[in-house]
């Protein structure tokens, strides 16, 4: 029988396993796909890390991430977040509670005008208010996954890819998972899908609802030598365009500057995507680039297809029931966190340490309010009207209805 059996080894399946097996624990990790398969969430070759956050709890959890990430590359010998600074532009009501958020925890933050903003990186156009944030830069995605692995796999991790699990039974305190050729029983099974999570678990668990979407960020070449920072734009719910969603971006060393727009993808189911990109949000990404993004070639776009898994309000999903453990919802920001993660989710099946309530199954936090104007703003530019209610699962779904469109790429 194993201490724990984990189901997903991208970041956060990974980064479970790694923690528990640093800790003796006897640890199988289960991958539907092979190594290095690009059909979740984790793969590619960058994310950004930052600690801009408004809300402290998440704040303080990106800080502790920190931390772990200088863990794991001492304990591994290997490169894996580069410091490189952020920069964040927005309306001044989206900025300043991520400044006092800073500010409140000690952290270095300064605030810039547009013109200072451009001297120091022209390669982007500024909103009035634009912050600095050292402590902030790139993590290596890829390497950080292919590190996780080999660490928990040196710790006495067993690792299987191309094994998916076809269902999980609960008898009292334990489990099995069944995959094609093996029943595996544990006393804990951590289960890390990604957008897969719901197909596993939703005769098991009531989850809130996650939306699935087929994001198309995309490499530029920039038009010459600048230094880069990693960077967000932070959405304006006044805009009547997509552009009010927010933006971010950063480079990827030998691929260019990677940009995307935040949540904007086409809904889908994990096994029924095109994977091509999808040419009314490569023309809104390309037209955003025009005029935001002066240092690049906007007609260079190599595009890049990855799922968000999204929440009602971008809060994750990491609860207990019995001996099973839910970790997903990352929805497009999740993977700063990943070593805070699988220390959080350790901690909580080794030492009975309480899991954060904001990521409770039961505990949906509301809306946050620039959200749902971002939300109510977008439902009207896509002609479905003000909504005229205030229920958040209400408007998600007039949101996914009013998104449907022929180029949709699955049922769901
Ligand atoms: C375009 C894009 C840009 C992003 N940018 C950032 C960023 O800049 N900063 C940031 O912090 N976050 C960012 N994110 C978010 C971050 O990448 C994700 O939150 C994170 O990778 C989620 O990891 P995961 O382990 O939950 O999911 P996944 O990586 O999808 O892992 C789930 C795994 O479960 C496996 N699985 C599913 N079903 C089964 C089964 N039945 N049996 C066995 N295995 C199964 C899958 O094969 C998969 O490998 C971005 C995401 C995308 C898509």
Redesign the pocket.
Known sequence: MYDCVV???????SSVAWHLARRGREVAV????EAG?A????HGST??FRLGYPQADYLELARESLRWWEELEAESGTRLLELTGAVEHGREYIMRPIQGALKASGLPVSRLSPGEAAERWPGLAYEPYVLHQPDAGRILADRTVQVLHRRAVAHGAELRHA???RRIDVAGDRATVITDDATLIARRVVV?????SQD?LGNVLNLPRMVVTQ?Q?AHFAPSEAADWPSFLHHGDPGRPSRHMYGA?GLVSPGEGVKV?LHGTGIRCHPDQRTFRPDPRGADILRSYVREWVPGVDPDSAEF?S???TTTDNEDFVIDRRGPLVVV?G?S?????FTPAIGHLVAGALLDGAALPERFAIDHRLPIERPRRAQLETLLAALGAGPPGIVEPATLHTQLATARKSPTSCGPR
């Open positions: 189901v997903g080894a991208g970041a956060m399946g289960l991958d539907r796909f398969h059909r979740g969430s984790s994310r950004i094994s998916p699990v890390a899908a990604g957008s897969w596993l994001e960020p971010y995307g890049i990855c799922l968000y997903a990352f497009g920001h999740g993977f700063k």
